[in-house]
């Protein structure tokens, strides 16, 4: 009998999850450093930035989730 897998896919959720919260934490940092020196424009694209990858966020936790369907065992 096949692993369950929905711990699997918890798994590659809370990880997908955990890069976007990474990559927007370091966003923000250079944004908070470099806006000394370029003004508020940082945080403009640093905003900018955060919200374009939500979309890339989305389109992973999806494909993790239709590629976990796919690995189930079909009835019958």
């Known amino acids: ?45 640093a905003g900018v930035a955060i919200v374009g990858t939500l979309p890339l966020l989305v389109a992973n936790v999806l494909r993790v989730v239709r590629n976990e369907r796919r690995r189930q065992p079909q009835p019958g």
């Open 1 to 45: 009998m096949r692993r369950p897998t929905a711990p699997r896919l918890f798994r590659l959720l809370a990880a997908s999850i955990a890069v976007e919260l990474g990559v927007d934490l370091a966003v923000g940092v250079a944004a908070d450093l470099a806006a000394p020196i370029v003004g508020d424009a940082a945080y403009v694209v």
